[in-house]
T-cell receptor, first 117, second 114 residues
Framework: DAKTTQPNSMESNEEEPVHLPCNHS???????IHWYRQLPSQGPEYVIH???SNVNNRMASLAIAEDRKSSTLILHRATLRDAAVYYC??????????????????FGTGTRLTIIP | DSGVTQTPKHLITATGQRVTLRCSPR?????VYWYQQSLDQGLQFLIQ???????AKGNILERFSAQQFPDLHSELNLSSLELGDSALYFC?????????????FGSGTRLTVV
């Protein structure tokens, strides 16, 4: 699996936008970029994912660099409930027998986001 | 409620014992994944089933086994338990590749081995 690099921790003020960076310089053309977050004492929660184009949903936006070697998860207005560990994960989306079993997500250490009231 | 149901939520058992963790995937999802999260290891992938068949294997110990039944629910069996097996065990499901609506995780089973 291609690797991602994220800062260990970040802080942000409540009600301000948060930009969480992720570097993935060895990304392949078929790798999807997934973001998950894990709130304390809960299971991971899907946030957003994309392949090439920027994506928006009700939770966040995903900005993908043109060369796809980095991406940024954007929380438009952070609340205290957004305090969590955020994971950036690459998942091989290629099909075929040689990629059998590549659907799993491989979690790294993520970024611990602290929201300051 | 994420749609993925894990039971039990908490389990306390003694070393050497055997336990079974159960997972019901989100309706319509064919893939089930099991993960282990301990304090010092982070989220570790154990095993994946797709429509009843084993699809991928991670760092799963030989003392652990899993299966997915025709109704798509899955069970993770942990035997000859050791203190180090104490962890949170998460189940996740997806429609297949997880590229339609992502992967949905359950709230986990906290296993304590004493």
């Amino acid at each position: 699996d291609a690797k991602t690099t994220q800062p260990n921790s970040m802080e942000s003020n409540e009600e301000e936008p948060v930009h969480l960076p992720c570097n993935h310089s060895t990304i392949s053309g078929t790798d999807y970029i997934h973001w998950y977050r894990q709130l304390p004492s809960q299971g991971p929660e899907y946030v957003i994912h994309g392949l090439t184009s920027n994506v928006n949903n009700r939770m966040a936006s995903l900005a993908i660099a043109e060369d796809r070697k980095s991406s940024t998860l954007i929380l438009h207005r952070a609340t205290l409930r957004d305090a969590a560990v955020y994971y950036c994960i690459l998942r091989d989306g290629s099909l075929g027998r040689s990629n059998f079993g590549n659907e799993k997500l491989t979690f790294g250490t993520g970024t611990r986001l602290t929201i300051i009231p | 409620d994420s749609g993925v149901t894990q039971t039990p939520k908490h389990l306390i058992t003694a070393t050497g014992q055997r336990v079974t963790l159960r997972c019901s995937p989100r309706s319509g999802d064919l893939s089930v994944y099991w993960y282990q999260q301990s304090l010092d290891q982070g989220l570790q992938f154990l095993i994946q089933y797709y429509n009843g068949e084993e699809r991928a294997k991670g760092n799963i110990l030989e003392r652990f086994s899993a299966q997915q039944f025709p109704d798509l629910h899955s069970e993770l069996n942990l035997s000859s338990l050791e203190l180090g097996d104490s962890a949170l065990y998460f189940c996740a499901s997806s429609e297949g590749t997880g590229d339609l609506h992502g992967y949905t995780f359950g709230s986990g089973t906290r296993l304590t081995v004493v």
